[in-house]
């Protein structure tokens, strides 16, 4: 595919209200699915109260960054892990346990005030904790509730299971397409199923908010993980049957079927690649009249069949090509002629990237420990609804008494709550921390970011103009 | 579809190419109305026969030459009556000049980097797409490239992004009045299901480099592990699913050792052991079939599912005890084993509908535009619909 626009989009037109301002949403999330779908809806306007227990906390905060001494004090740590400003930014945070009935007499309080809940917890845990939808629409009746379970169902053998996105997207048939034909497959370090299910579940509640303004009725949306990573392969699963012995079904390395060659190519440096489609003959028109590659522009290399058949040869000729060159040199001169490439971008190359910078695809917000953190904004971009991008990710408790407030709850009630440990304020809140990285992301970025208070290469340039210093300082090497 | 979904009643026009078929498909699923447009003779993406059975079902299609006078005649007419517009990228600046005409619709564009930023023109794949979202350096084996996803799985987020999208715009116009242009970029979208493993990972360990290592992290035990009959994965992330996992394997393989609490905590606490830990845990899980081991594990509490193949689902006992699978006797095709559309609403998924021959709407959407009977006939004879 290709984009020719050159115009720019239009900015917003004046202050209209965000598509979700109003709505009051209630999470209880876990990991990335139910967590990610409500950071969405609280990006695009709503209040969204993110319950959370202190004794069973989030996996995201009970990991707490690397860099965080184990025995650090725990209240600090569990608002340490970088990931959470990805599935909690601009949430608040209540920490109530609601295994106890006191505390499920606080969660029935929000919910009555609420018009969406959204979980991931398992089927078989929801009923136990009188978190059904029937449960739950008795206190509010044209209540939004999106249950999304690894795998949804009363029926099914596996409702008990737990499972990591990574397990799911191994189960799915995701996972065994990835991988060398002669080498055992892969495993993908991130838990695809979870995201696209948190973005296909945010359509369906918003779609579920505007029946209910026509209607009045609310409604119960059921979201399995497992069928929506299905969803995601569905023409591989028809493909399958269509053509039982063609090779689309199984991991291929980096090809695929209808274009050739494709690839991934080593650039100069270490580990710098160039990733490489030659969609159809145009392209490949294209590239042989890249420097370096006229020689391939032969008949014999004229239709997808014969490239095909030619493509580990065409390989060892970008690679020698591409070899000589930096990826962004390599990808910039077949873009120019037509082809699709891109270099292969590491993390860090992210972060510095001016076109990403442009689209203001990373933002540096308020967050209670760090005093700023780091947020990816929003991949559902806009010509004129621009997400509210207010704060990174909560502190657990941070908001319990105002919440409580809200709901009718007295301070003397809440300090009983509390004495009982069934709801917890946020620990420690004079502890302010500074993340390792921050003068990096400060130079890479050219974001705002608060002042340090130290920076290691001022540091390191300073032991170089004091040689004296540094013999004393150095015994260690 | 059939179905309860929430959008029922919601017109869109489904213009784009077979890579992005997938977000009409996904309105279709919620009870809209996805007419798609073809030029006369059918679109290049019936090629993909599968692709097409997947993704077209349940849409309708009509024909139309939008270069002949009375088509774009009849595609205006079309654009005004309908709420969303599926942009297919290519076209010079399509989603500006549509957006003037018809200032109600909200038109969804999907690109390789976006409408706007300096690489708005650059072209892309599904492959390129994952290159550029920061996460193969850490996809593959260390002796070999970077290894992509396959399968369109960039092009999948995207639309996912973009149905999403699409309803908070259709939303905001409820209090505006104005529809909008929706402007997604492979690679956020890929940013938006990868960031773990890419920026957020070398923001918590600045130091360590994004690193390949093949079906296993270095961080043990997760990733894949050999059975008898393929692998399975297992993440055993939380220190009680460790405990669980290694008193199994010493019941199991007599190996004391591996209770030892230099072993116990979380995954980072085992790095030093990884070839030991993974070796110990293999000893285990070469003793079952992939989905005896994945049964027996989840019976522990250890988080583990086999490494199924596409053609395995069709095993699964989950998906055949909860009904997820509807069959399908194409007229074309055969018989076909659907996935279900993923999402319940009040209990009811709704049902896939069928794959629509070239035009076979046209007559019927012409005259919900109230075009007349002699009138088609009319512009059947100059080539336009």
Redesign the interface.
């Known amino acids: 595919m290709s984009n020719a626009s050159d115009a720019p989009l239009g900015g917003p037109t004046g202050g209209a209200a965000l598509p979700l301002e109003g709505i009051r949403v209630i999470e209880l999330g876990y990991g990335i699915a139910a967590p990610v779908a409500a950071r969405n809806l609280a990006q695009f306007g709503a209040d969204v109260i993110r319950v959370e227990s202190v004794r069973k906390p989030d996996s995201l905060r009970v990991s707490g960054a690397g860099w965080v001494p184990r025995d650090f004090d725990p209240a600090v740590r569990l608002d340490t892990m970088p990931a959470l400003n990805f599935s909690c930014a601009g949430k608040r945070s209540v920490a109530l346990e609601i295994d106890d009935d006191e505390g499920y007499a606080v969660l029935v309080r929000l919910v009555a005030g609420a018009d969406v809940f959204v979980t991931n917890m398992s089927a078989d845990v929801l009923p136990r904790l009188r978190l059904t939808y029937d449960d739950l629409r008795a206190h509010r009746p044209d209540l939004v509730y999106m249950s999304m379970p690894p795998f949804g169902d009363e029926r099914s053998p596996y409702r008990t299971y737990r499972t990591w996105g990574q397990n799911l997207s191994a189960i799915s048939g995701i996972d065994r397409m990835i991988g060398w034909p002669d080498r055992d497959p892969v495993q993908l370090g991130f838990a695809y199923p979870d995201y696209v299910s948190a973005q296909a579940g945010t359509m369906a509640v918003v779609a579920a908010l505007d029946r209910r303004d026509d209607t009045g009725a609310g409604c119960n949306i059921e979201l399995s993980q497992y069928e929506m990573a299905l969803a995601a392969i569905a023409p591989n699963i028809l493909g399958g049957q269509l053509h039982p012995d063609a090779a689309g079904a199984e991991s291929n390395g980096n090809r695929a079927d209808g274009v050739a060659p494709q690839g991934v190519y080593p650039c100069r440096g270490r580990d710098r690649w160039v990733a490489v489609t030659v969609a159809d003959d145009t392209a490949w028109a294209g590239l042989v009249t890249v420097a370096g590659l006229t020689h391939l522009d032969e008949a014999r290399f004229a239709t997808l069949e014969a490239r095909q058949s030619a493509h580990d040869h065409l390989d060892a000729e970008l690679s020698a090509w591409s070899s000589g060159r930096t990826d962004w040199e390599a990808a910039e001169e077949l873009q120019h002629a037509g082809v699709m490439a891109s270099p292969v971008f590491d993390a860090w190359d992210l972060l510095g990237d001016h076109h990403l910078a442009a689209r203001e695809a990373f933002r540096v917000l308020p967050h209670p420990r760090f005093g700023a953190d780091l947020v990816f904004g929003q991949a559902a971009v806009m010509s004129e609804t621009q997400p509210r991008f207010a704060t990174a990710a909560p502190s657990i408790g941070e908001h319990t008494r105002p919440v409580l407030r809200d709901v009718g709850l007295g301070d003397d009630e809440i300090d009983a709550l509390v004495g009982r440990g069934i709801v917890h304020e946020m620990g420690s809140p004079d502890v302010t921390l500074e993340r390792p990285y921050a003068h990096w992301i400060h130079t890479l970025m050219r974001l705002p970011w608060p002042p340090a208070s130290f920076d290691p290469a001022e540091l390191f340039m300073a032991r170089l103009a004091a040689p004296a210093e540094r013999a004393g300082g150095g015994a260690g090497a | 579809m059939t179905g309860s ?3 029922q009643g919601t017109r869109v026009l489904d213009l784009t ?1 077979a ?2 078929a997938h977000v009409g498909r ?1 309105l279709v699923d ?1 009870g809209a109305d996805v007419v798609l447009v073809e030029p006369p003779g059918g679109g290049p993406a019936r090629l ?4 097409f ?3 077209a079902a349940g849409k309708r299609s009509l024909t139309l030459d939008t270069t002949a006078r009375d088509g774009a005649d009849l595609f205006d007419r079309l654009a005004a009556r309908a709420d969303v517009a599926l942009l ?6 399509p ?2 000049a549509l ?1 003037r005409a018809h200032p109600q619709l909200v038109i969804t ?33 260390p002796d ?10 960039a092009l ?2 995207a639309a ?2 973009a ?10 116009r ?3 009045g ?1 529809g ?6 492979l ?3 890929v ?16 130091a360590a ?2 690193e ?1 290592t ?4 270095s961080t043990p035990p ?3 592990y ?1 059975t008898s009959d393929g ?5 055993a ?2 220190p009680w699913q460790w405990e669980a996992l290694a008193r199994w394997i010493a019941e199991e393989t007599g190996n004391d050792e591996v209770l030892l609490d230099a072993f116990a905590g ?1 995954p ?1 606490a085992r790095s030093p052991f990884v070839e030991l830990i993974d070796t110990w845990v293999e000893d285990l899980t070469g003793r079952y079939t992939k989905q005896a081991f ?1 049964e027996e594990a ?1 019976r522990r ?1 250890i ?11 069709a095993d ?4 055949a ?4 699978w509807q069959f399908v006797d194409d007229p074309r ?1 055969g018989p ?12 009811d998924a709704g049902t896939v509908g069928a794959v629509p021959e070239v035009g076979e709407h046209t007559d019927e959407i012409l005259r919900e535009l109230g075009v007349a009977g002699d009138q088609i006939e009319a512009l059947r004879s100059t080539g336009a619909v």
Request: charged fraction near 20%.
């Open positions: 979904g929430p959008m190419d890579s992005l996904l919620l993909d026969t599968a692709r059975a997947a993704l297919t990228p290519g076209d010079a600046d989603a500006h957006h564009a999907v690109t390789p980097y976006g409408l706007r930023g300096p690489r708005r023109r650059w072209t892309g794949s599904d492959l390129t797409a994952w290159a550029s979202g920061g996460v193969l350096p850490s996809v593959g084996d070999r490239a970077p290894l992509s996803p396959a399968g369109g799985l999948f987020t996912t992004n149905a999403m999208a699409t309803a908070l715009a259709l939303r905001a409820r209090r505006t104005r909008q242009i929706v402007d997604i970029s690679q956020e979208a940013m938006s299901v990868a960031l773990e493993a890419g920026p957020y990972a070398v923001m918590e360990t600045p480099p994004q390949r093949g079906m296993r992290r997760i990733g894949q050999r692998a399975v994965s297992i993440v992330y939380m979380t980072a994945f989840q509490g988080p583990a599912s086999p490494v199924n193949s596409v053609a395995d689902l699964d006992p989950h998906l005890a909860t009904d997820a095709l076909l084993r659907y996935p279900r559309p993923p999402i319940r609403f009040d209990g």
